[in-house]
């Protein structure tokens, strides 16, 4: 790389980490597998029987629930490695499709198809043959799950805990979903979440009238010199609360009130919340909310998928109806849209460089991120062999 062109900070992450295929495989097990990954809301996991399945950090899970408690499984039969649940979401018993095994709530196969006649496995060897299981909490609504184990939800969310714990609480069941695939590395998806400056740039004609703010504040924590950022994650977190004009507020209120009445989380401000490693949470005032996880896919692609989630009325059922939150859903799918064109752009030229970015004062929480990250991957010594 050349010398430094400028005074400002250089970025911390060299290009390569976000191309190359090694790096992810390391970085899959090192940031996804290690922390609590936002899942899916409890929505999706209210009756018996019903399931989610993802991949979290390239691990495919499926959290199920057996009446009435979600459980976490490696989504993989222990026969011949089909899916056990092969859709995204669903209602059936946790069953393979391949061969009809059948799987407990200890994912143990309890029921096996002409046992005797094709195989046999005795009852003793069965317990042997459980799926793997995961950690599962939920944060109200929210459902997260965890491959690794070793932390609690509440240890990793820190001081972020009691404000997710009130946003989980209080949302309502019913959402709407969009998903966009990114060609980038989730790395920029983040880098975006942080960046404050683009949205001038990147959305022109949906950006607000920056007039009506009254203050913008970030709180987040840069990484020190003595913390081990693989044993805290609760400090990668950031938040960002843009006051607004009480003309604006006002006007805000009456406008969706009457759509979200009596919401259970009112406040006054635009906040933009980032959990790290890749979920981000926004609102205006908590009349609805965007929770939108980026997963990485390869190392040049990643999914952005986004619940849009009304909030719930303390005094009865929301007054949001499905036409509703899929214009709201349509509208923030744009911006996604502009914000993915903006990210795939960097992709694009990240690959030619020479010399690093640059980070400006604005971009603190960038470089915060960055260098938590390379402390976190840079340990790996296949890495630092290929780096030489
Ligand atoms: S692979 Fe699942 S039952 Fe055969
Ligand atoms: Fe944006």
New binding site residues.
């Given amino acids: 790389m050349d010398a430094p062109a400028t005074s400002n900070r250089q970025t911390v992450i060299p290009a390569r980490y976000f191309y190359d295929e090694d790096v992810f495989a390391i970085e899959q097990k090192q940031v996804f597998q290690s922390t609590w990954q936002f899942f899916c809301l409890k929505t999706d996991l209210q009756n018996n029987d019903d399931f989610v399945a993802h991949s979290v950090g390239g691990v495919p899970v499926v959290v199920q629930n057996f009446k009435g408690k979600l459980l976490a499984f490696h989504n993989v039969?222990s026969?011949?490695?089909?899916p056990v649940q092969t859709a995204c979401a669903g209602n059936r018993p946790l069953a393979?499709p391949?061969?009809?095994?059948k799987y407990s709530d200890a994912g143990i196969p309890i029921g096996i198809p002409h046992n005797l006649d094709f195989y046999p496995i005795s009852p003793e060897e069965k317990p042997k043959l459980a799926l793997k299981s995961f950690l599962v909490e939920t944060c109200g609504n929210l459902v997260f799950v965890s491959i690794a184990g070793g932390r609690s939800l509440r240890e990793q969310l820190g001081e972020w805990h009691e404000l997710v714990s009130r946003i989980g609480a209080g949302v309502e069941d019913l959402y709407f979903t969009t998903s966009l695939p990114a060609d980038c590395n989730w790395k920029f998806a983040v880098h975006n979440a942080f960046d404050d400056i683009h949205a001038e740039f990147v959305h022109p004609s949906s950006s607000l009238d920056t007039s009506v703010y009254t203050g913008a504040h970030w709180r987040f924590h840069p990484l020190s010199a003595d913390e081990d950022p693989k044993s805290d994650y609760s400090k990668r977190h950031a938040q960002l609360s843009v006051g607004m004009n009480a003309e604006t507020v006002e006007r805000n209120e009456k406008l969706w009130t009457p759509w979200f009445p009596d919401r259970r989380f009112p406040f006054d401000e635009y906040l933009h919340l980032f959990l790290y490693p890749n979920l981000i949470i926004t609102s205006v005032q908590g009349f609805w909310y965007n929770i939108v996880r980026y997963d990485p896919v390869s190392a040049g692609k990643s999914e952005m998928t986004n619940w849009l989630v009304p909030s719930a009325s303390a005094s009865g059922v929301s007054k949001a109806t499905p036409e509703l939150l899929y214009r709201l859903a349509l509208g923030s799918l744009r911006i996604f849209g502009e914000d993915v064109q903006a990210v795939e752009s960097s992709q694009r030229g990240i690959e030619s460089v020479t010399r690093r970015g640059i980070l400006g004062r604005r971009e603190d929480k960038i470089a915060a991120f960055e260098e938590a990250y390379m402390h976190v991957m840079g340990e790996e010594p296949s890495l630092e062999r290929r780096t030489a």
């Fill in positions: 039969c026969h011949r490695y089909s393979c391949y061969h009809g095994w």
